[in-house]
């Protein structure tokens, strides 16, 4: 269960405290308190001690918004700072309470990490419980995209789900799927993609001819005897080029092969 309880009765500085900050148990018996001093915010550890928290850089003119939330799924609650950062944006700062050491360190996001992602800050966060993964959402152009965050058991985050950009298109070929989602592991390795829509529902494609050969790989000579036939609905799982590899529901269970869109819809390639 989570330990978010309101406390009533807990001494504070009246030079730091503002009546609408956040005050909470980080566990049974043990507070914290976020206070303000001036212009500076600063939280009151569970061993009275006093850190003082950074705001991340956006909007200064509007104050920054607190959540309490287990962002690290972990059991315990923990801090969120956030800011608006452009139109729609926001940008947030996180303290993960650490129960070994019964105090509050900030998420420091490693630089490589943060390389590889869809938003280069932590934005609109929402921790998903039945995935055990902080997901952060940023909007570019008419899009939003989202990158989600797993915790080793030592607290550091690894990349557990992003959105990648196809930027394979070609006017030549008939069908393009803009947007895939990855899954990977804590190694970084993709273990799963899908092709979605701009609502991020999964797209199918839907067999246009007679007879659709299944391919082992994206090219010409690894052709099998299996085929689909016109009508037949796929779930597309990634594109090169003229190539998509899907996964179709056969009667022997899910099948995942490459198709020819060449072949497909009837096209000649030089």
Known sequence: ?????????????PTLALAD?????????????????GERYFLQQPDGSSLELTLPEGNDAEAPSFDIEDYDFDGHPDVAISVPAGMVNSAYHIYLYRPAKRRFERLQMPPALMARVNCSWLSE??????????????R?????YYDAYRF??????????????NQG???????????????????????????????DRPQTWTVPNARLY??????????????????????VLEQQGNWLLIRYASRKGPLQRWVSLDEAYGLARP
């Not at 998903?128 to 997901?135: I, K, Q, S, T």
């Not at 298109?169 to 899954?183: A, I």
């Not at 690894?222 to 016109?230: H, P």
Request: charged share 25%; hydrophobic share 35%.
């Open 21 to 37: 900050l956040p005050r909470f148990e980080p566990e049974p018996g043990l507070q914290a308190q976020v206070q303000r001093q």
């Open 140 to 144: 570019s152009g008419p899009r939003w």
């Open 125 to 138: 966060l929402q921790p998903n419980n039945e995935e055990r993964a902080l997901y952060s959402h940023c």
């Open 1 to 13: 269960m989570p330990l978010y309880r309101t406390l009533s009765g807990l001494l504070l500085l």
């Open 169 to 199: 298109y070609d006017p030549d070929v008939p069908v393009f799927f803009p947007v895939f989602e990855k899954t990977l592991d804590p190694q970084g390795r993709i273990i799963a993609s899908r092709a979605l829509d701009d609502d």
């Open 152 to 165: 080793d058991e030592s607290g550091a985050p690894w990349l557990y789900k992003t959105l990648h950009v």
């Open 214 to 235: 299944l391919h082992q790989r994206p090219d010409e000579a690894s052709r099998t005897r299996a085929y689909l036939v016109e009508g037949d609905v796929c779930a």
